[in-house]
């Protein structure tokens, strides 16, 4: 904190506003990361303080960050209801807080970071805001789809179970292209070759199932090398629920400074990089 | 182009969150560091008493973020300036590496208390928790000097609010198919003075030792007037409230006493946010929080509050 300011400040969108803290460095920021968090109501300093502790690190490294935290949650105004589909994201609150940031900042060098409907808003946002060179996102899980509370879809899941797993894959594709299809045209895949052509791009996924296509689409991204960074580690979790164990806390905050600080001018030499083995680096698809 | 840091400061503040107040975050000190609060602040003339928003431990606390705003809205709106803050070692205080205890929640409580009367100038303050938050409220209120103590489902005995985390642990164990016979009981991990991981949030011998500590029923009390709030599915009386009011009032306590049902109920301090059945993750508190936040506003100002959910004890 010594070499760090921190203002709280309340960003209007739309009909509500939304509460944020702009971590500023020392010196002219190098950069601006915008946190967001899930669709469960998490506070903008994340689950277990993870975005404070990634704020002040990286402003450590002369990077700037905003902390979000959406619509109804926290300190923010409004009602708490979040969009699951691709369509009905929050995306707007990440816009605007991006443009925000970048324009107190003084910087249109911007990267973002989220997890689950976070991830998915970010992906998103980035159509609105081509400034953003570098994404890092946690546990997209395109295939968490918006009926999966649904009695109907549980059904199918069980019924997903027995399959073989050869079987198991072609649904999971059919099911994938469906969502795709659903959402405007929009899709998953389309989405993620569109944001990794232009950006640095990292995906933590678990490895099941909800991760999807995704494997395969960053395999491709990666043999076609356009430039810039393109990745995937997938992680065994202990929880469906985001980061319920210290060592995937430690691993968020770690990965979150070391891709971001390489991703914009001025890296400050990879203090904080994975050391192989990391439990972040494991299972890595390259 | 330089930081416009002009820009940032005057964006601190909000005008008209909800009807008829304004908001400014400020810096609060602690003696365990700098924290962040926000100011909930009445038009017009503010009232001679104000309240601070003691909020609840561990993972509780982000969960309950928006039921203490809901309240400090709500009671500025009804001419008190409010101060709802974050205890070191939550959200945005200083110190990222501290954790957080009962004592230390108590301590920043009681230092956040002074912090409140010279940023707002008020004689006279209340505490609200909701919770542990409650909790800590009352374990504060008399070295805080407060005269109105609003407890919104208070936790009376430490040790049934820690073994609360425990069986979530369990739960989530069980639903993701990771739990095994052979796996000790992480209740008897936390007695023997083990550790145990509790949905992200370590917990040790010294959290259970402190915990184990606190039961409302026997603690020293202030002098002044308590809102004691049953938050249940039904509305049968639970014995340790009744046991916690009859504990106030031995101590020359003026209680008034209030059950609100809620279907649910059971989740609060969990996370608040589930399936609406198609598309949206919603919040399930709004209906609740409104509820919460006009009875002890209503209680606050000495407003009559709804018959069916108050009986007045003394």
């Not at chain 1, 309340?10 to 509500?16: M, S």
């Not at chain 2, 009962?102 to 956040?112: F, G, L, N, W, Y």
């Not at chain 2, 642990?169 to 550790?195: C, H, M, Q, Y």
Request: proline share 6%; aromatic share 6%.
């Amino acid at each position: 904190m010594e070499t760090t300011r921190e203002y709280p400040v309340w960003i209007p969108v739309n009909d509500h506003h939304i509460a944020a803290i702009v971590t500023i460095p020392e010196g002219d920021p190098r950069a601006v990361v915008l946190f967001t968090t899930g669709g469960g109501g998490a506070p903008r300093s994340q689950r277990f303080r993870l975005w404070t502790r990634a704020a002040r690190e990286l402003a450590d490294r002369g990077i700037a960050s905003v902390r979000m935290e959406y619509e109804g949650v926290g300190d923010s105004t409004g009602a708490g209801r979040i969009g699951l589909k691709w369509s009905q994201l929050p995306t707007d609150d990440v816009i605007e807080v991006a443009r925000f940031a970048m324009s107190v900042t003084g910087t249109t060098q911007l990267g973002m970071s989220g997890n689950c409907a976070g991830a998915r808003a970010c992906i998103r946002a980035t159509e609105s805001v081509p400034e953003c060179k570098s994404l890092v996102l946690f546990w997209l899980k395109p295939i968490a789809a918006p009926d999966r509370g649904t009695r109907r879809f549980q059904s199918g899941v069980r019924l997903f179970r027995l399959l073989p797993d050869t079987v198991k894959r072609k649904v999971a594709k059919a099911y994938w292209y469906r969502e795709g299809r659903a959402s405007k045209k929009v899709g998953v895949e389309n989405t993620l070759r569109k944001a990794a052509a232009t950006r640095d791009l990292l995906l933590i996924e678990t490895s099941s199932a909800l991760a999807g296509e995704i494997p395969t689409v960053i395999q491709e991204l990666e043999r076609a090398g356009n430039g810039h960074r393109v990745e995937l580690r997938q992680v065994e979790s202990t929880s469906m629920q985001a980061f319920q164990s210290p060592a995937e806390q430690e691993m968020t905050v770690t990965t979150v400074l070391e891709w971001f600080d390489a991703s914009f001018p001025g890296a400050s030499g990879g203090e904080g990089a994975l050391e192989p083995g990391h439990p972040a680096s494991v299972q890595g698809s390259s | 182009m330089p930081v416009d840091v002009a820009r940032l400061q005057a964006m601190g503040e909000i005008t008209d969150p909800v009807g008829g107040i304004s908001e400014r975050f400020v810096e609060v000190p602690l003696r365990s560091g700098s924290t962040v609060g926000v100011l909930s602040i009445p038009a017009g003339s503010p009232g001679h008493r104000g309240w601070v928003v003691s909020h609840s431990y561990g993972p509780e606390q982000p969960n309950l973020g928006s039921f203490d705003a809901a309240l400090a809205r709500r009671l500025a709106s009804q001419g008190a300036p409010v101060l709802r803050f974050h205890c070191q070692g939550y959200g945005d205080s200083e110190h990222t590496d501290f954790t957080p205890s009962v004592e230390s929640h108590v301590r920043d409580t009681i230092d956040a208390v002074e912090a409140f009367r010279t940023l707002s100038g008020v004689r006279s303050v209340g505490l609200v928790g909701v919770n542990f938050g409650a909790t800590c409220a009352l374990l504060a209120a008399s070295e805080a000097s407060v005269d109105q103590l609003a407890l919104i489902s208070p936790a009376v005995q430490g040790s049934r609010f820690l073994h609360k985390f425990v069986r979530t642990r369990s739960i989530i164990e069980v639903s993701e198919s990771t739990w095994s016979p052979d796996a000790p009981n992480p209740w008897s991990v936390l007695k023997a003075g083990g550790t145990v991981n509790i949905r992200g949030f370590v917990l040790g011998e010294d959290e259970f030792r402190s915990f184990e500590a606190v039961d409302l029923r026997t603690v020293d009390t202030f002098s002044g007037s308590a809102l004691v709030v049953q938050i249940s599915v039904g509305s049968e009386p639970r014995r340790e409230i009744t046991e916690l009011v009859d504990h106030l009032e031995s101590s020359g306590v003026s209680v008034t006493r209030a059950t609100i049902t809620d279907q649910f109920a059971a989740l609060l301090g969990d996370r608040p946010y589930r399936r609406d059945g198609g598309q949206f993750l919603e919040d399930v508190h709004p209906e609740l929080r409104g509820k919460v936040a006009e009875l002890v506003a209503d209680w606050g100002t000495g407003s009559p509050a709804p018959r069916a959910v108050m009986e007045e004890r003394t």
